[in-house]
């Protein structure tokens, strides 16, 4: 059983294939002793389950804005206002237009917005959605407003062939996340 530390990090799940490695940096940061809450946009259901999370962090997954927990209390305004670090992975195109535009149409949009730690995104998407002046763009929005961004890396796309914009590794996700909440 992993030894509590006292540190709070909320995983934002944006939905792309990559989903499936925020269950590992789940369960590796729960094992580490921080507490894990992990908000998900709409579409990352297409690819990961809720349950998934659950499980592996021992809450439920944020699904909306109006959600409540089994005690009363509103999740996306305790993760927002506890949290030590946010992490949104996989950063999609998508994700990162409507963090850039100051979007909040879901609880992974909306979190951006309320919390008051430090964000790591990581972007996920092939090499030619990264390219794109639009995506390039919004990157520069999120780094001009102090988000880290951490990737893509160069490696095997879901399309079958190598190039940028493969979503770092959970263990590069996971060493970042530990230095960020200074327990690395």
């Not at 030894?3 to 989903?19: E, F, H, P, S």
Request: hydrophobic share 50%; aromatic share 4%.
């Amino acid at each position: 059983m992993a030894v509590t530390v006292n540190k709070r990090a909320v995983l934002g799940v944006g939905g792309g294939i990559a989903a499936y490695k925020v269950a590992f940096l789940a369960s590796r940061l729960v094992q580490s002793g921080v507490s894990v809450r992990v908000a998900m946009t709409p579409s990352s259901l297409n690819f990961i389950g809720a349950v998934t999370f659950a499980g592996l962090t021992g809450s439920q997954p944020i699904l909306s804005s109006t959600q409540v927990d089994h005690n009363g209390s509103v999740p996306h305004i305790d993760a927002a206002q506890n949290a030590d670090v946010y992490c949104i992975a996989p950063a999609t195109a998508g994700v990162l237009a409507q963090l850039a535009s100051g979007a909040a149409d879901d609880p992974v949009a909306l979190l951006a917005l309320t919390v008051k730690c430090p964000i790591v995104v990581c972007p996920a998407m092939n090499d030619a959605m990264w390219h794109a002046p639009a995506v390039q763009a919004n990157i520069e929005t999120l780094k001009s407003r102090g988000v880290e961004v951490l990737g893509p890396a160069t490696g095997h796309l879901a399309e079958g062939y190598d190039a940028i914009g493969r979503m770092v590794e959970p263990e590069a996700m996971l060493e970042r996340l530990l230095q960020v909440m200074q327990l690395a």
